[in-house]
């Protein structure tokens, strides 16, 4: 909502309570609050209007805060600021002295985690209290929605208890994110971590998962062979594998169930009468349930596998050669995957030739093991320890995330280089697709070059929709980030950034009738689009009384409702310009289209 959409509203109320409004003065106050103090519009609405009745001696009763800009928790998205309602589902003691608190609020639309650092804490939060939550901000932890409670967010206890209904999740169709799942305790581990308070295995009919629950909360344990409903357990997936955290003092023990879950070869899976082939890599064991896990290459084909402990074989040797009876074929995440449980049989054989594999264009990949010929298009900040290098890397036919890991003889990928990687494996999440070059074998090629595809898809449209955050914006100045920061200059990540660097761009939905689609246009194309520079920008907002907004009304007002083309690269849903143009009437075609219809040109 804009200023002038606003001082229109508050002019309205005040006219329903017989009083005259002073618009410049709204105007004023509304510029004030929203642009200079970072205050909601609907909290600067309230404010003005609370104001001015009471120098009118008028009592107006305040409206309920419940009913006041909320949004669902399953329509959150990284990069928002929110209000939210939710119960405070569970807490965890915070893993390190930098964060204050950690759990899960819950809606009954969904579940988030939340974080509350211990530099900005502005209360703890009691597992069971129903609150409203304003300003928060989401921003993205492990590629999933996270709730940042600062010291800008207003908590309001809300004074009833509402009814939430989560739904059922079975082990094998887990994601990444908040689940409850209904499941049994299948065996309890030893505890190998200072913090940790318990860990084992959970299982239903459906498979098995690995569960964590960390000291901080209750002392409570699961028990052994003991059926439980596991209400908003937090998912997480490391090197491909899912596990989840959970709370004892949640859990609902269920007496009248019984659930036959086996550990080993997973459900739905085919059985192999016999697969001869070479160990290309292999990995740690994540589990004690797990002797052995790796990459088997065979003429038809590259495979992961699972050894599990049940089978009691000795695990292969990396470059060795074997014959596999008694495994099964299924899948995980939409990948092949090779169990070898209970009643399999490894024989070594002798060594044979295995001719190299043809590396897949990266636009044809799909989730497996497969061979890649790329370079690096761009490296990305690693945010985690354990992480070696990330970024993208592409071919003549597309770009895609890598990952490497950290570990023993692992390098980073080098710019201007071209690589054929041979047995990378492609994971999927949420439909989107990356590779994990940690086990992957590198061959470089020093004198090849490749001319990466940049450009994408040409789609063309109306432009029926620009969002919020466009215009010039703030954005963080820590290397690797470059996040855009709110009204007060702060960073859902680095916080409060003072020397800020601005940016150009326009966020909107581009429409040709059949799909709209979310478009990106990022400064270059911008300032070519409107022949408005970030400079000219800045210079605007730092000398007009509405700031950025009259950036941005100035673009919304030359933008709205033109048709528009552009090439694009799509990443996670959103389309990336690289180039665009308006596009203008055709008015030999629109003739061609009426007298076709047998009408006249008006």
């Not at 998205?77 to 893993?95: A, L, M």
């Not at 290098?389 to 995330?401: A, H, P, R, S």
Request: aromatic share 6%.
């Amino acid at each position: 909502m804009d200023s002038h959409e606003l001082t229109t509203r508050i002019s309205q109320k005040l006219k329903a309570q017989g009083i005259e409004p002073d618009s410049e003065r709204i105007e004023a106050k509304i510029n004030r609050l929203v642009s200079e103090f970072g205050v909601p519009p609907a909290e600067a609405e309230r404010t003005i209007l609370q104001d001015i009745f009471k120098e009118h001696g008028i009592t107006v009763q305040k409206p309920a805060p419940a009913s006041s800009g909320t949004q669902q928790i399953a329509d959150l998205s990284p990069g928002e600021w929110v209000t939210i309602q939710g119960k405070v589902v569970s807490v965890v003691d915070p893993p390190s002295p930098a964060v204050a608190q950690t759990g899960v609020i819950a809606d009954p639309s969904g579940a988030v985690r939340f974080v509350i650092f211990s530099k900005s804490a502005p209360a703890l939060l009691r597992p069971g209290e129903w609150l409203r939550i304003e300003s928060a901000v989401v921003d993205e932890f492990r590629g999933l929605a996270n709730l940042k409670i600062h010291s800008g967010t207003v908590i309001t206890p809300i004074n009833e208890d509402r009814p939430l209904n989560p739904v059922i999740t079975r082990i094998a169709d887990l994601a990444p994110g908040i689940a409850t799942i209904t499941a049994k305790v299948i065996q309890d581990w030893e505890v190998r971590h200072d913090r940790m308070q318990q860990t084992g295995l959970l299982g239903d009919e459906s498979g098995t998962v690995k569960f964590t629950v960390w000291k901080g909360g209750t002392e409570e344990k699961l028990r052994q062979d003991q059926v439980y409903t596991i209400p908003y357990a937090t998912v997480e997936e490391y090197q491909g594998r899912l596990s989840v955290t959970i709370d004892p003092a949640a859990c609902i023990p269920v007496d009248d169930m019984e659930i036959d879950a086996s550990i080993g070869a997973g459900v739905h899976e085919e059985p192999l009468a016999l697969i001869e082939g070479k160990i290309v890599a292999i990995e740690l064991p994540p589990t004690d349930t797990i002797a052995g896990a790796g990459i088997i290459a065979t003429t038809e084909g590259a495979y992961s596998f699972t050894l599990w402990a049940d089978a009691d074989l000795m695990p292969p040797e990396q470059g060795g050669w074997y014959a596999i009876e008694g495994a099964t074929m299924g899948t995980f995440r939409g990948a092949p995957r090779i169990s070898i449980g209970q009643g399999a049989i490894i024989t070594p054989v002798e060594d044979r030739t295995l001719p190299p594999p043809p590396a897949t264009p990266v636009a044809e990949l799909s989730p497996g093991v497969s061979t890649i010929r790329v370079k690096l298009v761009q490296e990305w900040e690693s945010r985690s320890e354990r992480m070696l290098q990330t970024g993208l890397i592409g071919d003549e036919t597309g770009v895609m995330k890598f990952i490497i890991w950290k570990g023993q003889g692992r390098e980073k990928i080098q710019e201007n280089t071209v690589y054929t990687f041979f047995y990378a494996v492609v994971d999927e999440y949420n439909g989107r697709l990356s590779v994990n070059l940690t086990q992957a074998t590198a061959l470089p090629e020093d004198e090849a070059d490749i001319d990466v595809s940049r450009g994408g898809t040409t789609t063309a449209g109306a432009l029926v929709h620009i969002a919020s955050g466009s215009g010039i914006v703030k954005r963080c100045p820590v290397e690797g980030c470059h996040r855009v920061l709110s009204r007060q200059n702060f960073c859902p990540i680095h916080e409060f950034q003072p020397d800020f660097k601005y940016d150009l761009r326009i966020r909107g939905t581009l429409d040709d009738g059949h799909i709209a689609r979310n478009v990106l246009l990022p400064r270059e194309v911008v300032e070519a689009l409107f022949s408005m520079t970030l400079a000219e920008a800045q210079e605007i907002a730092e000398n007009q009384p509405l700031g950025a907004d009259e950036v941005i009304r100035r673009l919304s007002d030359r933008a709205l409702g033109r048709y528009l083309r552009i090439t694009a690269r799509e990443f996670e849903d959103l389309f990336i310009a690289n180039q665009a143009e308006w596009l203008s009437l055709d008015l030999s075609r629109h003739a061609a289209l009426v007298n076709r219809a047998g009408g006249d040109i008006a």
